[in-house]
């Protein structure tokens, strides 16, 4: 992974990608393409979406038809599944961070261009069901703009060209290796923020890869560093999630010290696609016991190459016994880290006890406290006695 440099001269420039970087466009993805495949036989494999991301419309649906070995054409192809994209917009949810960053570099004046692989009246429709997006870039070029889209340079260059910026002044955010690639060749810095879980190793072009938006620190590149940080840690937009305790993989009480109260994953599949991995903190409620600080990790573990996306929350308490079946209930409040891996076991663990460390001391603060109280965490819990 490409580290960044410090800069000595100012970007005062910034060029967005769209789909994947700022929007959470691989859920609509998936959900049109299961859909679309089912009427061919055919199921949708997770593990071929790195053939389409960052292509253009017509690239992603040539690679759909040979991959699936479809009956149609290419264009049968996008005339079929457009129609099904389109009456989808509207739910395209942002990507955490994205907002933040928008608001962060329109209130601090930083020019800012949208640059996309998409045509650009899908541009204008999905991002107007986000307030403020349109009216925050000076400038937006689509793919049907250009001569050619990503990885060639050129719409990179063309949104540079319309915002009157040298390409050299130009800092492009990117989630694709085609988009990388493109805004490298058009001679701009690039930051990396992989759409494909697990993949960071692929992204080593970019002059930096991080983890997701909510880890970018813009005063590395010349521009205004964000002031939300509190203490170590991130306040986010509170989600609250709950479910019956089940057992986990067993690692958390043997081999980490840490005994861990784990969610069914299969209950929050799209919410999970919603939230990056990383690590959180907030308020945990157990229907016999009570409501309790808690820091929480969401992911693959990379320590330990989890399969599946995981969510495992650290009740920060000491219990006489097991509580599995009971319900427990969630509040999400903050943010402290990204995913990482560790060298060894025992750097693994010290992390974590640092990450208790920072989540009780910001649970007292005014910011997070107030959310013990949450209505959803004092309504009455229902006693569960599913040990699924």
Known sequence: MAAANPMTKLLPHVILDLDGTLLNTDSIVNQVLKLFLVKYGKTWDNKKAHRIIGKTPYEAAAAIVEDYELPCSTEECISLINP????????IKALPGANRLIKHLRSNQVPMALASNSPRSNIEVKISFHDGWKESFSAIVGGDEVVRG???PEIFLEAAKRMNADPSSCLVIEDSLPGITAGKAAGMQVIAVPSLPKQ????????EVIHSLLDLHPEKWGLPSFEDWIEGTLPIEPWFIGGPVIKGYGRGSKVLGIPTAN????NFSDLLCEHTS???????ALSMHGVYKMVMSIGWNPYFDNTEKTIEPWLLHE??????GEELRLAIVGYIRPEANF????????RIHEDRRIAEKALDLPVYAGYKDSAYLRSPLKQSNSHS
């Open 84 to 91: 099904m994209f389109s009456e989808r917009w509207c739910n």
């Open 263 to 266: 969610l069914p994953a299969e």
């Open 278 to 284: 990383g690590v959180y903190f907030g308020w945990a």
């Open 200 to 207: 960071a190793a692929l992204y080593s072009s970019a002059d």
């Open 343 to 350: 060298p060894s076991l025992e750097s693994l663990i010290v």
């Open 319 to 324: 219990f006489e016994e097991d509580f599995y």
């Open 150 to 152: 990503k990885p060639s």
